[in-house]
């Protein structure tokens, strides 16, 4: 029974592109939680997602960022023209059902800017 | 604004130690206090959570106190082994109804040392 999968681990990208992030989230669990975490801060709340629907997104920046999570595959974290201010290690959750504190996480991915 | 704060930011024993990490938190009221285990390069993994009613939790050699009154809780680490060399991060999650962010704090860089 896998975990959370993230994939890429790593991820490079120039300034001005995008950047794609992906998390499946563990057999049978329907909600996915996306969080940041900046050097030598603690993880911040990004958006909380049911199959198709986006429940939460407070926590997200107004603008470039965009989550999603169909019905089928993967949830993806999309970054638009990305600055150097973007470089962060993003985890994703995931839960059977809507909690406030999930308990399984990914491994992240880096996201560095170059 | 809810806040946790943590202490100390760093702290290194010697493998067979014991040792205790503090939480200070805000939030409130608050549903419930995780306390998570990061190593370097992967994602938090729950070690304890409690409720406000509950005053300690014990997982293996690890064990959590909450004091609600006070807003504060504690790890102890007995016998540490060099694997306990990780970041502790404490989470508080709110009470009020539909919110699903919680409060992450930075979290306690701890190193074993031989």
């Known amino acids: 029974n896998a975990g959370v999968m993230q994939n890429p681990r790593h991820l490079v990208r120039r300034r001005g592109q995008e950047a794609r992030l992906r998390c499946s989230p563990m057999?049978?669990?329907?909600?996915v939680y996306w969080y940041r975490q900046l050097p030598e801060e603690g993880l911040k709340f990004m958006v909380y997602?049911?199959?198709?629907?986006?429940?939460?997104e407070s926590g997200m920046p107004k603008e470039r960022f965009s989550a999603e999570f169909p019905k089928e595959g993967p949830s993806i974290l999309r970054i638009q023209q990305v600055v150097r201010g973007d470089s962060a290690a993003y985890f994703c959750?995931?839960?059977?059902?809507?909690?406030?504190?999930?308990?399984?996480f990914g491994d992240g991915t880096r996201l560095s800017i170059l | 604004k809810n806040q946790v704060e943590q202490s100390p930011q760093s702290l290194i024993i010697l493998e067979g130690k014991n040792c205790t990490l503090q939480?200070?938190?805000?939030?409130?009221?608050?549903?419930?206090l995780r306390w998570y285990k990061q190593d370097t390069g992967r994602g938090p993994v729950s070690l304890t959570i409690?409720?406000?009613?509950?005053n300690t939790k014990s997982n293996g050699r690890y064990t959590a106190t909450l004091d609600a009154d006070t807003k504060q809780s504690s790890l102890h680490i007995t016998a540490s082994q060099l694997s306990d060399s990780a970041s502790y991060i404490c989470v508080v999650s709110p009470a009020s109804g539909g919110s699903y962010i919680p409060t992450f704090g930075r979290g306690t860089s701890l190193i074993v040392h031989p």
């Open positions: 959750a995931s839960s059977p059902a809507p909690s406030n504190q999930p308990q399984h």
């Open positions: 409690m409720t406000f009613s509950e």
């Open positions: 997602l049911q199959k198709e629907n986006i429940i939460d």
């Open positions: 939480c200070n938190y805000t939030v409130s009221p608050f549903s419930n």
């Open positions: 057999k049978g669990h329907s909600h």
